[in-house]
Antibody
Framework: EVQLVESGGGLVKPGGSLKLSCVVS????????MSWVRQAPGKGLEWVGR??????????DYATAVKGRFIISRDDSQNTLYLLMNSLQIEDTALYYC???????????????WGQGTLVTVSP | DIQMTQSPSSVSASVGDRVTITCRAS??????LAWYQQKPGKAPKVLIY???NLQSGVPSRFSGSGSGTDFTLTISSLQPEDFATYYC?????????FGQGTKVEF
């Protein structure tokens, strides 16, 4: 069974930090690129960032709004993706999804499988 | 950043209707476009990738077209389970970006 399970969300004060995890099962993890996407309450989807596979260079890229504050990493031995969020702001309040990217070539790059999300609330 | 603009923001439709949603990119993105469906309280689900490729398991009433800056998602005959919000997303240039969403409702 395919599962992406996020955890680590919670309530944090502005300026604080939080680390999210996403455990993947039922899918090839180490060769896959992975991504984080967030959704503020009642709002649309916002891409947060992505990490290539180690074989693909393992590089990370981020949305403008989080660059310099968020860090994506992965542990292929644990089939786990992480999102370290620093200097959190009220506007970072959202449901954070991890997503699995099966293909990124030939004009096609898409988020195929998604977790159910973990809620991050930034409030004084 | 590439801006993705969807229209309309919402559409009222009935079962059996043909529904078309448009997504326009602020600069050319070739076919690096995907469409997602999201139902309330659920994670998004990919429908179309590479602008026109139907994801496995997605009903054939869904289709996508376009290249460059203008794209469409068409639902040929709306079914009750299709009432949802639809998003386009570009992966041509970093940072990847989503459209603001189109809600298909009664």
């Amino acid at each position: 069974e395919v599962q992406l399970v996020e955890s680590g969300g919670g309530l944090v004060k502005p300026g604080g930090s939080l680390k999210l995890s996403c455990v993947v099962s039922g899918l090839p993890f180490s060769p896959a690129w992975m991504s984080w996407v967030r959704q503020a309450p009642g709002k649309g989807l916002e891409w947060v960032g992505r990490m290539k596979s180690k074989g693909g260079g393992g590089t990370t890229d981020y949305a403008t709004a989080v660059k310099g504050r968020f860090i994506i990493s992965r542990d292929d031995s644990q089939n786990t993706l992480y999102l370290l969020m620093n200097s959190l702001q009220i506007e970072d309040t959202a449901l954070y999804y991890c997503a699995w990217i099966p293909k990124c070539s030939d004009g096609a790059c898409y988020l195929d499988r998604w977790g159910q999300g973990t809620l991050v609330t930034v409030s004084p | 950043d590439i801006q993705m603009t969807q229209s309309p923001s919402s559409v009222s439709a009935s079962v059996g209707d043909r529904v078309t949603i448009t997504c326009r990119a602020s600069q050319g993105i070739s076919t690096w476009l995907a469409w997602y469906q999201q139902k309330p309280g659920k994670a998004p689900k990919v429908l179309i990738y590479g602008a026109s490729n139907l994801q496995s398991g997605v009903p054939s009433r869904f289709s996508g077209s376009g290249s460059g800056t203008d794209f469409t998602l068409t639902i040929s005959s709306l079914q009750p389970e299709d009432f949802a919000t639809y998003y386009c997303q570009q992966a041509n240039s970093l940072p990847w970006t989503f459209g603001q969403g189109t809600k298909v409702e009664f």
